[in-house]
């Protein structure tokens, strides 16, 4: 069974940073690229980072582009997602996801369920 774990989040204050991990277990980790998205109150799911198989290549949203750092470890199952700068409005629960599910993003927004619980990340003052 295919599983996603992500921890890390919390409250921090606008500047502050996190490092959001995702575990993953149940398929081949390193034959997936994987990728965040985002849920805003109210909001639908952004896509936020993407990251292929190897790590080599990575693409960023234009709103934490310069801010945050998606990266992998494939020899712990791992996806990372270092959040630097924080602002109120990256204020969401944060998911993570293999690539297959990118084919349901379209305009910066996706329409799949996501398999984790998510990470809640709170940037106020």
């Known amino acids: 069974e295919v599983q996603l774990v992500e921890s890390g989040g919390g409250l921090v204050q606008p500047g502050g940073s996190l490092r959001l991990s995702c575990v993953a277990s149940g398929f081949t980790f390193s034959d997936y690229g994987m990728f965040w998205v985002r849920q805003a109150p109210g909001k639908g799911l952004e896509w936020v980072s993407t990251i292929n198989d190897r790590g080599g290549n990575t693409y960023y949203a234009n709103s934490v582009k310069g801010r945050f750092t998606i990266a992998r470890d494939n020899a712990k199952n791992t996806l990372y997602l270092q959040m630097n700068g924080l602002k109120t409005e990256d204020t969401a629960v944060y998911y993570c996801?293999?690539?297959?599910?990118?084919?349901?993003?379209?305009?910066?927004?996706?329409?799949?369920?996501?398999r984790g619980q998510g990470t809640q990340v709170t940037v106020s003052s």
């Open positions: 996801s293999a690539s297959e599910n990118l084919r349901t993003c379209s305009g910066g927004y996706c329409s799949f369920k996501p």
